[in-house]
């Protein structure tokens, strides 16, 4: 598995936030323009009837129903206060490798959760296995560089 084609990790970036927010209705003159849902780590995720449905990446938090004067960081706080992505106090491009690590820990908490309760039978049961064994998989092409880490006591380059 090659992780860093994995498409929910490359959520993580600002840019491809962004590029989700195809056909956005609110663009100009107001507070949730795309720039400022994809800062807030939203990515669109519009269905027929909701042109306006936005999803954190993070926490998988989803709202609708926005209003032009709707502030997206205030919304995305309001409405799921333990979101580890809205609460980060540095820019992913600062996270050390640990950092990035135990964020993606957090993550795939949401994930489960999400997961397990939105399913009423067992198929939620084989989405969290799924889920399970693509962080196994990451986890194993990452653990190489745990040991690089752990060797040289946190300090790593390219070899």
Same mark, same amino acid.
């Given at each position: 598995?090659?992780?860093? *084609? ?5 959520m993580?970036l600002?840019?491809? #936030?962004?590029?989700? =927010?195809?056909? %956005?209705?609110?663009?100009?003159d107001?507070?949730?323009t ?5 800062k ?17 990446? =993070?926490? $998988?938090?989803?709202?609708?129903? %926005?209003?032009?004067?709707? @502030?997206p960081?205030?919304?995305? +706080?309001?409405?799921?206060? *333990?979101? *580890?992505?809205?609460? &980060?106090?540095?820019p &992913?491009?600062? $996270?050390t490798v640990?950092?990035f690590? #135990?964020l993606? +820990?957090? #993550?795939q908490?949401?994930v489960?959760?999400v ?5 009423? *039978?067992?198929?939620? =049961?084989?989405? %969290? ?5 693509? &962080?196994? @998989?990451?986890?194993?092409?990452? $653990?190489?560089?745990? $040991? ?9 380059g390219?070899?």
């Amino acid at each position: 598995m090659d992780i860093i *084609n994995d498409d929910q990790l490359k959520m993580y970036l600002f840019e491809n #936030r962004l590029l989700t =927010f195809v056909g %956005w209705p609110f663009e100009e003159d107001c507070v949730c323009t795309p720039e400022n849902m994809a800062k807030a780590g939203f990515i669109h995720t519009p269905s027929e009837n909701s042109p306006d449905v936005a999803q954190c990446f =993070f926490c $998988l938090k989803e709202l609708e129903g %926005w209003e032009p004067e709707d @502030d997206p960081e205030k919304e995305h +706080k309001a409405h799921s206060p *333990n979101c *580890n992505f809205i609460t &980060m106090k540095k820019p &992913m491009e600062s $996270l050390t490798v640990e950092e990035f690590l #135990r964020l993606q +820990k957090e #993550r795939q908490k949401f994930v489960i959760y999400v997961t397990l309760q939105s399913s009423e *039978n067992t198929s939620g =049961f084989t989405e %969290w296995e799924k889920q399970m064994q693509r &962080m196994h @998989d990451v986890i194993a092409n990452l $653990l190489p560089v745990s $040991l690089v880490l752990l060797v040289f006591g946190g300090m790593c380059g390219i070899l």
